[in-house]
Structure formats: C-alpha cells, structure tokens
C-alpha cells in the first residue's frame, strides 16, 4: 500500500534556458499574476487545503526575500496562486503549493503560475534547479508540469 507517495519533478537551469521563449506565448491574456496582499487573505484561505503541512496564516507571515506567494486574478477576483521557497545555499526553489480553484482549471492559469516561479527563480544567480513534489496519482499536476517542461526530469519516486 502506497499512502501519500510523491514523485520529486526537477528543472535544471540549463534545460530552461532553451524554453524560455515558451515563456512570451503565455503573456497575454485577461488573468493577472501579482504578489500577494494582505487583501488576499480571505481568498487564499479558500483556495488552500486544509489540513496542508503550512497554513495558509503560517505562509502569509513567513513571506520574506526567499518565501514568495504570487496570486492569479481573473475578473478581480483570486483565482489561484503559488507559494515556493528559495534555499541559496543549496541552489534550489522548491515549489510547496500551487493550487486554482477547481471552476477557473483548463484556462492556462496553473500554468501562468508555474511559469512565474521558474522566470523569478533563475533571475537570481544562485538558483539552479526548481522542484516539486506531487502525488503519484495527481494526473491534473503532471500534465501540467508537462506542459511548463517542469516533469522533464523525475528525481525520485517516494
């Protein structure tokens, strides 16, 4: 029995400098993806998983230089967003939730999401790869993580 096994999926900055054109494409379009404000609040709490590992108050008070939290709006209203965590020292980002309500998915903006953590990412130096970690039977990530060439490399199946 396999209870809650993720796979690791890893973009290393080499293999993104190659796509980063892809990047023009998903640009235009009525959704916008900002940072968080304390505005947000309200919305970001009914778009996070209970019960998830951070909370969503714990996320919002822990935004600094190296945690991060960007909103998609889609008719003024927040749609989805993304929380990751730059660690320096070990040259990675990890991306700890991306999540769209279920009545705005197959409109691109998970992928919008995706897109921004890895363009904001590998501007800095010292970033050199992105992971995430989905559950194995999580279809809807993997295509999109597909999709924004994320899934080009499984690291590790837990």
Known sequence: MQCNAERTLVLKRHEWQRKRSEINALRKGSVEIRPYRDSNFADLLNIHPKGAYFSAYYITQNLNDLHSLVMAVLDDRVVGYVYYEDFKDDE???????????????????TKLAKKVIEDSFKK????????????????AFRLLTCTRLAGH?????
């Open 154 to 158: 499984i690291e590790s199946l837990l």
């Open 125 to 140: 130096s010292e970033i050199k790869k992105i992971e995430i970690s989905v559950r194995v039977d999580n279809t809807a």
């Open 92 to 110: 990675f980002t990890d991306i700890c939730f991306l999540n769209v309500l279920q009545s705005a998915r197959n409109k691109k903006i998970g």
